[in-house]
């Protein structure tokens, strides 16, 4: 399943943030966003997602315009996982990540999505806690696991990894590795660039709402291009075979 704008601009008030931005992520492609604080990831996941409307341009969805879907078969063809990690209701794990099906008929599919989902962000032991006893990294990976029960082909996550331990980055990383070879869309925005570079083909370098450089993440993520978007100079190199990027200063 393709996802792509065409020269989308996005304006929120009287702030325009987004200006003439054409990406894509295609079927199988594990895509990250990345750019400084202010640069515009997360409207532009929205908006791919179909939850901030465009000024001008559009937001396809295997060539469809996407503002022709209703909320609920929009939820059938992406999950999105937002930034914002709050849980109004004093629910139980297993039935906040219950919530991800909620865009389905109820169908014997759902038990298997919802266990699944839970197993893929390490929480059975979690299930019958209350969300309010959690801390913030388990929350982050229930609101993961609610998004993985929709079972949807296109999967958004908007800076997924805040407040994960080592562990839980790279277990959350090797799943979205998975969910892209068995051919799911999954794009990502990401502050530690180093895991564009080690795990996602593509990679979209945002900075003043405009794309500054989108392609293979080798090609993308450079010292260059680093430094031309967040005024750093930086060091692409490997560490046991492992992609790693290192700010070193920043340029005067």
Same mark, same amino acid.
């Given at each position: 399943?393709?996802?792509?704008t065409q020269g989308i601009c996005v304006r929120l008030g009287r702030r325009s943030v987004l200006h003439d931005v054409t990406v894509s992520a295609e079927r199988g492609e594990l895509v990250a966003v990345i750019g400084?604080?202010?640069? #515009?990831?997360?409207? =532009?996941?929205?908006?791919?997602?179909?939850?901030?409307?465009?000024?001008?341009?559009?937001?396809?969805?295997? #060539?469809?315009?996407?503002?022709?879907?209703?909320?609920?078969?929009? *939820?059938?063809?992406?999950?999105?996982?937002?930034?914002?990690?709050?849980?109004?209701?004093?629910?139980?794990?297993?039935?906040?990540?219950? =919530?991800?099906?909620?865009?389905? %008929?109820?169908?014997?599919?759902?038990?298997?999505?919802?266990?699944?989902? =839970?197993?893929?962000?390490?929480?059975?032991?979690?299930?019958?806690?209350?969300?309010?006893?959690?801390?913030? *990294? %388990?929350?982050?990976?229930?609101?993961?696991?609610?998004?993985?029960?929709?079972?949807?082909?296109?999967?958004?996550?908007?800076?997924?990894?805040?407040?994960?331990?080592? #562990?839980?980055?790279?277990?959350?990383?090797?799943? =979205?590795?998975?969910?892209? !070879?068995?051919?799911?869309?999954?794009?990502?925005?990401?502050?530690?660039?180093?895991?564009?570079?080690?795990?996602?083909?593509?990679?979209?370098?945002?900075?003043? #709402?405009?794309?500054l450089a989108a392609g293979p993440s080798g090609d993308v993520v450079t010292p260059e291009r680093l430094a031309a978007a967040f005024g750093v100079s930086v060091a692409v190199a490997t560490l046991d075979h492992v992609?790693?990027?290192?700010?070193? !200063?920043?340029?005067?």
């Amino acid at each position: 399943m393709r996802l792509a704008t065409q020269g989308i601009c996005v304006r929120l008030g009287r702030r325009s943030v987004l200006h003439d931005v054409t990406v894509s992520a295609e079927r199988g492609e594990l895509v990250a966003v990345i750019g400084p604080n202010g640069a #515009g990831k997360s409207t =532009l996941l929205k908006s791919l997602a179909g939850l901030v409307p465009v000024c001008d341009g559009r937001v396809l969805l295997d #060539g469809d315009d996407i503002v022709a879907l209703d909320a609920r078969a929009r *939820g059938r063809r992406i999950a999105f996982i937002a930034q914002d990690r709050q849980v109004h209701w004093p629910l139980a794990v297993r039935r906040v990540v219950a =919530l991800g099906r909620l865009p389905h %008929e109820v169908s014997s599919r759902d038990e298997a999505a919802i266990a699944n989902a =839970l197993s893929a962000m390490d929480l059975h032991q979690l299930a019958d806690r209350p969300i309010y006893e959690l801390s913030g *990294g %388990e929350l982050a990976r229930v609101l993961q696991a609610r998004a993985l029960a929709q079972e949807a082909d296109i999967l958004i996550a908007d800076e997924p990894t805040a407040g994960l331990d080592m #562990g839980h980055v790279l277990q959350l990383f090797a799943h =979205l590795e998975r969910l892209s !070879q068995q051919g799911h869309t999954v794009i990502v925005a990401v502050h530690d660039i180093s895991l564009a570079l080690r795990h996602c083909h593509k990679t979209v370098l945002l900075k003043d #709402g405009r794309v500054l450089a989108a392609g293979p993440s080798g090609d993308v993520v450079t010292p260059e291009r680093l430094a031309a978007a967040f005024g750093v100079s930086v060091a692409v190199a490997t560490l046991d075979h492992v992609p790693i990027v290192l700010a070193k !200063q920043t340029l005067t």
